[in-house]
């Protein structure tokens, strides 16, 4: 059963830091690009970062680049996303999802987590 599991999120005061990480199972993680999404009430779900399966580079969206780190560690099957300067507008609902292609559209990923929610008090 393909499962992945995000964690990490919480409330936070505007300019802290929160770590996110994405736990993986039932699949080879190696062969696939990890991709972080949000989803803030209202709004439509925003591609955030993701790592790509080959060679691991790197995709942010200009909203968090700068202040955004991902990273992936293929011995555990996880993959983290370091948040800092967190702003208030970060608040959303963060989910990660796989995909066999390195692709930063939501819709070709193959498999999705449940999500956690970060909360960004101003």
């Known amino acids: 059963e393909v499962q992945l599991q995000a964690s990490g999120g919480g409330l936070v005061q505007a300019g802290g830091s929160l770590r996110l990480s994405c736990a993986a199972s039932?699949?080879?993680?190696?062969?696939?690009?990890i991709g972080w999404f949000r989803q803030a009430p209202g709004k439509e779900r925003e591609g955030v970062s993701c790592?790509?399966?080959?060679?691991?580079?790197?995709y942010y969206s200009d909203s968090v680049k700068g202040r955004f780190t991902i990273s992936r560690d293929n011995a555990k099957n996880t993959v983290y996303l370091q948040m800092n300067s967190l702003k208030p507008e970060d608040t959303a609902v963060y989910y990660c999802?796989?995909?066999?292609?390195?692709?930063?559209?939501?819709?070709?990923?193959?498999?999705w987590g449940q999500g956690t929610l970060v909360t960004v008090s101003s």
């Open positions: 999802a796989a995909d066999s292609t390195p692709t930063t559209v939501a819709s070709s990923y193959d498999y």
């Open positions: 039932g699949f080879t993680f190696d062969d696939y690009t």
């Open positions: 790592i790509n399966r080959s060679d691991g580079s790197t």
